[in-house]
């Protein structure tokens, strides 16, 4: 842990190193390679929590692939989604024809990417597959199949590498349980 970093105060504990992350996203990325060997899939960036991982994992992606990015948000209270999602920001270009690949940040209910699954398979895509870094499955509401994913974690809430809490903590190179002393009473 940076001790000179103060967000780090703000955890219960890291759950996820750096280095751990790092490595993983070489995993994910050969795997994804592999499996999409002679195609160009496009892959897309779910904002903004998926950003950090989208950013690293493209590029251990040894494919000739393209980007798009789409924002989300789903309402809810601090730490739950309620189930409501909205696009905030669409995609540019249609995936018509195309071999799209998700990313998201996590999966916790399931709502937010089951909605979206159903949002672009209704695009015409060739074939829809979605990526995660972290996955909550104690916490699934809706049935929903993962073609990758990084690391099963606990029902806990965790910020860094992209995931936030009131849009911070984004920034920590570390995935980490926030302690519910900065959330409770909200
Ligand atoms: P779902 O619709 O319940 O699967 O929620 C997915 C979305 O909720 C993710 O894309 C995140 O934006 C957010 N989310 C769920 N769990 C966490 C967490 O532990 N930390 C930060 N954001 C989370």
Same mark, same amino acid.
């Given at each position: 842990? =940076?001790?000179? &970093?103060?967000?780090?105060?703000?955890?219960?504990?890291?759950?996820?190193?750096?280095?751990?992350?790092?490595?993983?996203?070489?995993?994910?990325?050969?795997?994804?390679?592999?499996?999409? #060997?002679?195609?160009?899939? /496009?892959?897309?960036?779910?904002?903004?929590?998926?950003?950090? $991982?989208?950013?690293?994992?493209?590029?251990?992606?040894? @494919?000739?692939?393209?980007?798009? $990015?789409?924002?989300?948000?789903?309402?809810?209270?601090?730490?739950?989604?309620?189930?409501? /999602?909205?696009?905030?920001?669409?995609?540019?270009?249609?995936?018509?024809?195309? +071999?799209?690949?998700?990313?998201?940040? *996590?999966?916790?209910?399931?709502?937010?990417?089951? $909605?979206?699954?159903? &949002? @672009?398979?209704?695009? !015409? #895509?060739?074939?829809?597959? *979605?990526?995660?870094?972290? =996955?909550?499955?104690?916490?699934?509401?809706?049935?929903?199949?993962? =073609?990758?994913?990084? $690391?099963?974690?606990?029902?806990?809430?965790?910020?860094?590498? !992209?995931?936030?809490?009131?849009?911070?903590?984004? &920034?920590?190179? +570390?995935?980490?349980?926030?302690?519910?002393?900065?959330?409770? !009473?909200?």
């Amino acid at each position: 842990m =940076d001790q000179n &970093n103060a967000l780090y105060h703000d955890l219960e504990r890291i759950l996820v190193t750096r280095e751990e992350i790092a490595q993983k996203v070489r995993e994910l990325g050969q795997k994804i390679a592999d499996d999409y #060997a002679g195609k160009n899939p /496009v892959m897309i960036c779910i904002l903004k929590g998926a950003c950090v $991982f989208f950013t690293d994992l493209i590029r251990e992606t040894p @494919l000739p692939l393209t980007t798009d $990015f789409m924002a989300i948000s789903s309402y809810g209270s601090a730490t739950k989604t309620s189930g409501v /999602v909205r696009i905030l920001k669409d995609l540019d270009h249609s995936i018509a024809g195309k +071999d799209v690949l998700v990313i998201e940040d *996590i999966v916790d209910s399931g709502i937010t990417l089951s $909605f979206l699954r159903d &949002n @672009l398979k209704s695009r !015409g #895509a060739a074939s829809l597959r *979605i990526a995660t870094l972290l =996955d909550k499955p104690e916490q699934r509401k809706v049935p929903l199949h993962v =073609d990758y994913c990084g $690391f099963i974690i606990p029902d806990a809430f965790v910020v860094g590498y !992209g995931l936030d809490y009131d849009e911070r903590y984004r &920034n920590l190179p +570390d995935i980490g349980i926030l302690d519910p002393s900065v959330y409770s !009473g909200k």
